[in-house]
């Protein structure tokens, strides 16, 4: 449902709403969730751009092995700074959902 939102397929689109189901999908740790809710945060599509929290979601999916997110960990980790790692690093820790 929430790719629906996203492309505008049978209603009209709308990132917020989006963002709630697959928000929803990725707190029952479902890993395809995981990957949709973390390219939202990564491209500030329905809610501020956030990097750190895309990079905690791909890793969770990452970790069920989904190629899709671990691929786009690798490729969010080179751009992201030093501290930002490091909050991620925390928030995984502390088991942060985001």
């Known amino acids: 449902l929430g790719n ?3 492309l505008g397929r049978g209603c009209k689109q709308d990132f917020d709403i989006a963002g709630q189901h697959y ?7 479902h890993p395809v969730g995981q990957l949709l809710l973390a390219q939202l945060f990564e491209e500030g599509k329905g809610t ?4 750190v929290h895309a990079y905690v979601l791909y890793t969770y999916a990452a970790a069920q ?7 786009r960990r690798a490729d969010l980790e080179k751009k ?10 925390k928030l995984l820790e502390g088991n942060f959902k985001p």
């Open 4 to 6: 629906c939102y996203e």
């Open 23 to 29: 928000a929803a999908a990725s707190k029952l740790n």
């Open 48 to 51: 501020a751009k956030n990097p």
């Open 65 to 71: 092995n989904n190629q899709e997110a671990a691929k």
């Open 80 to 89: 992201l700074s030093k501290e930002q790692i490091q909050e991620a690093k």
